[in-house]
């Protein structure tokens, strides 16, 4: 089998005009004459190597070749390379050649998607399809791919997308049957394009790339006639969930999620460092309370409060059917775009103003938890007696926590903290009442 490596036609810049307008797919739609669906697996680890299958089932079809482009997030996978399906014994490859690499590289850093097509051709016509259903379906071939062992993707959806760039992608050549020219054949195109759990995505009224489907000007941009007869189902792996492993908010390993303790631990966290730790990785893993795949923010502390204090209805556990799980998929503005994410909360700013021995907050938010850090070794105390302080001198350093937990105060617009000794705010952190990051600008 001839493998031929070279860089692979431009999809990058498509993510920039995607709008996502999800439709569910109805059960009494009549069925399309061929369906082609990548594998939706939904439970992988990182690490591993997965054959991602692409499928074709539906109205038997006599096919002579096939020209396929696919997209995929290149941080999330390695590509490896293609295997044959082995669907007839009677079937003879001409040729199955891929051709893989990134696409646009000046869009790399905004867009890190790779792209890989795959065109077979058969030395003879190949029945492929006969059925409706995964049973009936035949294994074109596997895409090879490595997941990575970056564990900010722990809980994502990984997607694997049919790519068009011009009108000779996604298409399936057919031998026509009761024709009197001898060799008459039909170039199948797009008819419907769907996401994986049903999200329809067609729209041949786009522009190029995209990921909606062949366009309208695709229909006659060809010498052999066109028809529009094939469904495309993109793919997706799902990365397991750390709490998989381990359990969300157990931070102290205990067995037993999101307790005043487990708080007491993140708390010192926060304080003292890496040094509270007794397994590293399994307390890192249970901290990501939001499941972001980011652990260890203050924001997650401020959401394993907000249970401790009965304020947040949660089951205690992760998404479950795998779709309500995080996407790696951009939006329109190329912002991340979270379909059916169950946890997600806003973000704000604020100011932490520095005066001689005091810090004053600025917000229009209200905060539940702000992390300070002050170079040199200061003895703080609060403005607020309400409020919870406390802090710990690390070397040459000061760690303060100011806390509204288990309180009915909120942390608003003031003054904070004061202190003695000699010491000047650095650095600092916080998380809104809703468990939101706060961005903070010291001044």
């Known amino acids: ?10 999809c990058a810049s498509l993510f920039v005009v995607m709008s996502f307008c999800w439709t569910t797919v109805h059960a009494n739609e009549p069925p399309r004459s061929l369906t082609v669906q990548i594998e939706k697996i939904d439970y992988a680890y990182l690490g591993m190597v997965r054959g991602v299958r692409v499928m074709i089932s539906g109205q038997a079809a006599e096919v002579t070749e096939f020209d396929f482009l696919f997209a995929y997030y290149s941080m999330g996978f390695t590509f490896l390379g293609v295997t044959p399906g082995d669907f007839d014994s009677t079937a003879e490859w001409e040729s199955l050649v891929y051709h893989a690499g990134p696409p646009d590289l000046k869009a790399q850093d905004r867009w890190p998607y790779d792209t890989v097509r795959v065109k077979g051709v058969f030395s003879k016509p190949v029945y492929l399809g006969g059925g409706d259903n995964d049973s009936m379906s035949t294994l074109l071939f596997t895409l090879d791919l ?6 900010t993707f722990t809980c994502m959806n990984l997607p694997i997308r049919f790519c068009w760039w011009d009108c000779d992608d996604n298409t399936i050549v057919r031998v026509d049957e009761g024709e009197s020219e001898v060799g008459s054949s039909t170039v199948l195109l797009s008819d419907r394009v769907y996401e994986p759990y049903e999200w329809e995505i067609t729209r041949p009224d786009t522009s190029v790339p995209t990921f909606f489907g062949a366009l309208h000007d695709c229909d006659n941009a060809k010498s052999e006639p ?10 997706v792996v799902g990365v397991v969930c750390f709490e998989s492993i381990d359990g969300r908010g157990d931070m102290n390993l205990n067995g037993l999620s999101i307790e005043l303790d487990d708080e007491r631990v993140f708390m010192n966290y ?15 893993a249970a901290s990501d309370m939001d499941m972001n795949g980011n652990p260890l923010t203050i924001a997650d502390l401020a959401l394993m409060a907000r249970i401790i204090d009965k304020d947040f209805e949660d089951d205690f556990s992760f998404p479950d059917p795998p779709e309500l799980r995080p996407w790696i998929l951009p939006g329109p503005n190329g912002e991340l775009y979270k379909p059916g994410l169950w946890l997600s909360f806003p973000t704000g700013e604020a100011a932490l103003i520095r005066f001689p021995s005091r810090v004053a907050l600025a917000t229009d938010d209200s905060l539940s938890v702000v992390y300070m850090i002050f170079e040199g070794v200061v003895n703080p105390s609060l403005i607020d007696p309400e409020l919870n302080l406390y802090f710990a001198n690390v070397g040459d350093s000061t760690r303060v926590l100011v806390t509204s937990f288990h309180t009915d105060k909120d ?6 903290v004061e202190w003695d000794g000699e010491g000047e705010l650095v650095e600092a952190q916080a998380a809104t009442h809703l468990s939101g990051q706060v961005v903070i600008v010291i001044r």
């Open 226 to 235: 066109t028809l529009r007869s094939i469904t495309y189902v993109n793919g």
């Open 146 to 151: 490595k997941l990575t062992n970056d564990r």
């Open 1 to 10: 089998m001839n493998h031929m490596i070279k860089k692979s036609l431009l």
């Open 270 to 284: 926060f304080l003292y460092g890496d040094s509270i730790f007794t397994h590293q990785d399994a307390q890192r």
């Open 411 to 416: 942390i608003v617009s003031g003054a904070l």
